[in-house]
């Protein structure tokens, strides 16, 4: 069964750094985009990074660009995101999540894209707070 | 990269149908058919109901149905069941490999 599990979650001062981890299970890992989702207490969703499968891009949302640096590790089925310079906004349940790839004639393209989310992690909390 | 906009709270009775709205712009909803939808029960995480604007993965009830016109998506949930109380978010990408989420809307089953 395709599985994600985050880890390296935790309580950091305002200004601190913290990197988690994601690892995954029972797929090809180096096929798919990986991307970080994040959600505040009791707020909505908000998208905060992508790699491409293969490392050679990142994207990042606005309100973390220049401060979070997501990264891969293809050989041990692992994505990151290193996290500096952290805010109270920040506080927030951190989904490692796949985006689904294209089936074309019954073969999975890796890379292809399909823009939406087929498998999410449990999630890990990181918490902001002196 | 501003929410797109959908209602805080919707709310029906079982067998109705609720719409929940989505509005967004030109550089996302209404600039790409990628737009997708995703449930979530509290405590746990999101599950995608409706990818493609309309399509739905296997083994989401049918009831569960996605539309949009113009900037603005919609997902309809038809013969309302109990089990459907949840917050529902839509999303889109942009084109520029970035991605916005709605604020979320709860749906209540009175």
């Known amino acids: 069964q395709v599985h994600l599990t985050e880890s390296g979650g935790g309580v950091v001062q305002p200004g601190g750094s913290l990197r988690l981890s994601c690892v995954g299970s029972?797929?090809?890992?180096?096929?798919?985009?990986m991307h970080w989702v994040r959600q505040a207490p009791g707020k909505g969703l908000e998208w905060v990074a992508i790699?491409?499968?293969?490392?050679?891009?990142?994207y990042y949302g606005d309100s973390v660009k220049g401060r979070f640096t997501i990264s891969r590790d293809n050989f041990k089925n692992t994505v990151f995101l290193e996290m500096n310079n952290l805010r109270a906004e920040d506080t927030a349940i951190y989904y490692c999540?796949?985006?689904?790839?294209?089936?074309?004639?019954?073969?999975?393209?890796?890379?292809?894209?399909?823009?939406?989310?087929?498998?999410w992690g449990q999630g890990a909390l990181v918490t902001v707070s002196s | 990269q501003s929410a797109l906009i959908q209602p805080r709270s919707v709310s029906g009775s079982p067998g109705q149908s609720v719409t929940i709205s989505c509005t967004g712009t030109?550089?996302?909803?209404?600039?790409?058919?990628?737009v997708s939808w995703y449930q979530q029960s509290p405590g746990k995480a999101p599950k995608v109901i409706i990818y493609?604007?309309?399509k739905r993965p296997s083994g989401v009830p049918y009831r569960f149905s996605g539309s949009k016109s113009g900037n603005t998506a919609s997902l309809t949930i038809s013969g309302l069941q109990a089990e459907d109380e949840a917050d529902y978010y839509c999303?889109?990408?942009?084109?520029?490999?970035?991605?916005?989420f709605g604020g979320g809307t709860k749906v209540t089953v009175l």
């Open positions: 999540v796949r985006e689904e790839i294209h089936i074309v004639q019954g073969v999975p393209q890796p890379g292809l894209g399909t823009h939406w989310f087929d498998t």
């Open positions: 493609d604007v309309t």
């Open positions: 999303c889109s990408s942009t084109g520029s490999y970035t991605w916005v």
């Open positions: 790699i491409w499968y293969d490392g050679s891009e990142k």
């Open positions: 030109s550089s996302e909803v209404g600039g790409y058919d990628y």
């Open positions: 029972a797929f090809t890992f180096s096929a798919f985009g």
